[in-house]
Structures are given as C-alpha cells and as structure tokens.
C-alpha cells in the first residue's frame, strides 16, 4: 500500500478518496477552496484568501474509536509528532476523554447600583423572569433543547478598582454551537431588565471564554515496556518526562511553552474544523493560571510502571454555527473526522478529540525534550524551509536539503550557496 507520508501532495487527495477519508466532491472541493466571494461574506475589506497548509495526522484512538485528524497549520514537524505520540499512546489503548459539562457562561456587567445587597435579593427573587426572558431574545435554542441551566450574581466591590460591580451570570446550554452570539443575545436581552430591577446601568452583557462549564480531560497511560524510545529505555524516558512535567509547573517559562506544545495540536485542529481558535486560546491560558500562577495545562506521572499523562480544559467549540457551514475545508475537516456536524453529542466528541491532541503533542514534545533535543527532529524540516526560503523550486529541494544537512551551518547565506552551485552544477551538466 502507498504510504501517504512518501506520497506526493497530488497522489495524497487520491489516497484520501481511495482509503474513505473523504468522498471525491469534498476533495474537488478543497481544490477550489474557499471563493474571495465567500470571504467577502465573512469579514469586512476581504480581497484575499490567506492559505495554510493542511495535512492529516494519523493513529488517534480516543474513547475506543479511530480517527484520521485533519490539521491547519504552517509549522513543520507538528503532524508528524502528533501522529508519532498517538502511535505510542493508541499501542497502549489510546486516550479516554471525559467531558465535565457543556455551557457557556456569559455575564452583564451593571454599575452604579444605588443598594448591592437588596439587588442581589431582586434578582435571586426574580430568577425565573430572568431565565424567561432569556429564553425569550433565543427562543431556537430552547426548542432545540437547549437553554439557560443557571443563574448566579455577584458583588465586585471597588477594592483594587475604582469602580465596583454587580455581575449576573448565566450558563447556557447551547446544544451543538460554540455558542457566542446566543450568549450575546439572551445577555443583551436581560439587560435592560436587570437595569429596571437594579436601578442600575449595564455596562455590558458578552459571553465570557474562560468557559469553566465546558471542561473536558483526557488520559492516557502507557506502560514502560511500550515507551522505549531512540537509545533510551520506558522507564528512564518516564522518570524524566515526568520531572520535566513538574517543571511546567513550578516555572512559568517553561509552562508557557509547555502550553505552547499543547496549543500546536489544539490550535490545528480547532482551526480546521471552523472553530474560534482565538476563544479556544483565551479560554485556556486563563485555566492555566486558575489558581493565580501560570502552569503546565497536563501533568505526567509514574503510576504501576506505566507513564499516566493527563489535561484538563475548557474547549468551547461547536460543530454548528459560525463559519463552520461556509468554509469548504471546516466541511471536509467533520468528514474525515467522521464527527456528523449538528448531531447530539458531536461537539463533545470533537472536544474529547482536540484534548487529545493536545496532549498527544504535548508527550511527543516532552519525549523529543528529554531524549534527543528538539533540534534534532528539526534539522531536515529546516534544511527545507530553508531551501524553499532561497527560492529552490521542487525539483531542487531535495538536493539542497541532502547538502544543508552536511553543511557545518544551516543558515539562509549556506542554503543560497548551495542552491546557486546546484544550478551551477546543472548548467554543465547540460
Ligand atoms: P451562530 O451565531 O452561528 O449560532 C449558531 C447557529 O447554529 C444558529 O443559527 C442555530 O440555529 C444553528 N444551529 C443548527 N443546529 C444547531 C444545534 N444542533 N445546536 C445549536 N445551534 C444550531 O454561532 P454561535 O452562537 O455558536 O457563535 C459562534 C461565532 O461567534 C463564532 O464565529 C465566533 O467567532 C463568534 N464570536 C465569538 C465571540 C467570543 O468568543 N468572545 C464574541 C462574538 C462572536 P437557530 O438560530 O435556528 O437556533
């Protein structure tokens, strides 16, 4: 069987075809992309269409079923670590993904409240009018069996601002959908309510993206005997992988690009799937300072001779709404995936997956650290960035790659002397 690593790119959207990733018309789609038309219907001033590769990760089993992961990313080596760890992680049984719950929070900021106490009173009291009326500015999402779950209030005094506050919350169940502008709706529609019963001034209703009602962990855990890598035996590579996960947590540098790591696999696919990767972002770094200190979003620990990876964190996806239906490459993304978009439990499904991910890459980051450097996987993605930077075309890439890699420095003056002596070298030849 060809293998879709050695493949050329064009043979690659045969493969997908041939091995039911994706049906023909969604591949021919994707050939097309998506229409400066379309773009222009998204976002304002649109006169281009800013492309980003995208490529399929393989070996993801997640909660016993498999899956071929669409990924949009620019930065090398992230597929091929996401589909290296998962190889490791799916010999051991794969991850499990749980998911806490699946709301959205949203709140109306009020100021200048003439008495806190007796508003908190009114609006306890007056819980259901709230909810009504909520459910009133989207009704849709009620019939759709979703809605508001709860409602809470607090008082901000004015003890590190000048300003204090009365924040009403609400968390919705928002069904298949991330979820913003239902949020901003209901939030909006509240308003003018809470201003009536307050006596107070709204200054704002938005949803919030640290979305702590929307928490997924996912775990896996991989014995000694599966971990052996490169030179180094499973134990040895846990021992270490789990003292670098404690670093993540004890030092703030480290745990950025710790995060970071996890982000590059969260990021690609949330992307591909026409999610808010911004939302996503957000939403995690605030869960990685929770208890008032940035640390590590997973830990790794030694547990009955295996290695235990776990993270926990909110993903505020949808697999509906947005530009999710427009964008042709966010369709084919729930294809491959075979995630049906809009079904019941498909977000959560998407979410369980997109932990996953991230900690897939997280591991495969952490192994690569601990073992050989990270440079090291690198150096050949380099060599051809590198010699795509100089201007080599495809038929020259490989023969300046072979060279750079010899090269005592791999720099961008090397790539261009090299490159100029192939051509050289061709033009005699001839
Ligand atoms: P939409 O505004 O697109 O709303 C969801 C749509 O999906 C609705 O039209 C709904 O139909 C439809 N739908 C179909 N099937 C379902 C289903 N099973 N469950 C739920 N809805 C369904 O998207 P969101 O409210 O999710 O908002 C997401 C967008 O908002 C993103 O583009 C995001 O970038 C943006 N945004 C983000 C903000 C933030 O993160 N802070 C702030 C503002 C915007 P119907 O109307 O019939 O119910």
């Not at 908190?120 to 009326?133: R, T």
């Not at 909520?134 to 008082?155: C, D, N």
């Not at 896996?220 to 947590?249: M, N, R, T, W």
Request: aromatic content about 6%.
């Amino acid at each position: 069987m060809r293998r879709f690593y050695t493949s050329r790119p064009e043979k690659r959207l045969e493969l997908v075809v041939e091995r039911s990733y994706a049906q023909e018309e969604t591949v021919n789609s994707l050939k097309e992309g998506l229409s400066l038309d379309l773009a222009d219907q998204m976002i304002e001033n649109a006169f281009g269409i800013y492309g980003l590769p995208y490529g399929l990760a393989f070996n993801f089993f997640v909660n016993e079923k498999e899956y071929v992961v669409p990924m949009a990313t620019e930065e090398p080596s992230v597929i091929a670590a996401a589909s290296g760890a998962a190889k490791t992680i799916k010999s051991a049984g794969g991850f499990k993904s749980h998911i806490h719950s699946r709301q959205m929070i949203g709140q109306v900021a009020l100021i200048d409240i003439p008495h806190a106490d007796q508003a908190i009173q009114i609006i306890e009291n007056q819980e259901d009018v709230l909810i009504q009326a909520a459910h009133t500015s989207y009704p849709s999402i009620v019939k759709r069996g979703g809605g508001v779950r709860s409602l809470s209030v607090e008082y901000l005094p004015a003890t590190e601002t000048e300003q204090d506050f009365l924040v009403v919350y609400l968390s919705v169940d928002t069904q298949e959908a991330m979820g913003a502008n239902i949020l901003n709706t209901m939030l909006e529609g509240i308003s003018p309510l809470l201003e009536e019963m307050t006596g107070g001034t709204a200054l704002m209703g938005i949803l919030s993206n640290y979305a702590t009602n929307s928490l997924v962990t996912t775990r896996c855990s991989v014995p000694f005997d599966l971990l052996k890598y490169k030179k180094i035996e499973g134990e040895e590579l846990a021992q270490k992988i789990s003292a670098a996960s404690q670093l993540a947590q004890s030092d703030v540098y480290r745990a950025t690009t710790h995060n970071k790591g996890i982000m590059n696999g969260v990021d690609a696919l949330v992307l591909a799937t026409g999610n808010d990767w911004r939302a996503v972002e957000a939403g995690m770094h605030a869960y990685a300072a929770r208890d008032g200190r940035y640390r590590g979003l997973s830990r790794w620990w030694i547990e009955d001779d295996c290695l235990v990876g776990e993270m926990t964190a909110p993903l505020a996806i949808g697999t509906v709404g947005g530009s999710i239906k427009l964008h042709p490459y966010a369709q084919a993304s729930f294809e491959i995936l075979n995630i049906e978009s809009g079904q019941a439990e498909a977000a959560n499904e998407l979410a369980g997956l997109i932990a996953a991910l991230g900690l897939a890459q997280n591991f495969a980051a952490l192994r690569a650290l601990v073992s050989e450097g990270i440079q090291k996987g690198h150096m050949a993605l380099q060599a051809k960035s590198l010699a795509i930077s100089v201007g080599a075309e495809a038929d020259e890439v490989q023969a300046v790659v072979r060279q750079l890699k010899l090269a005592k420095s791999m720099n961008q003056a090397t790539a261009q002397t090299i490159l100029d002596q192939h051509r050289k070298n061709k033009k005699e030849e001839i």
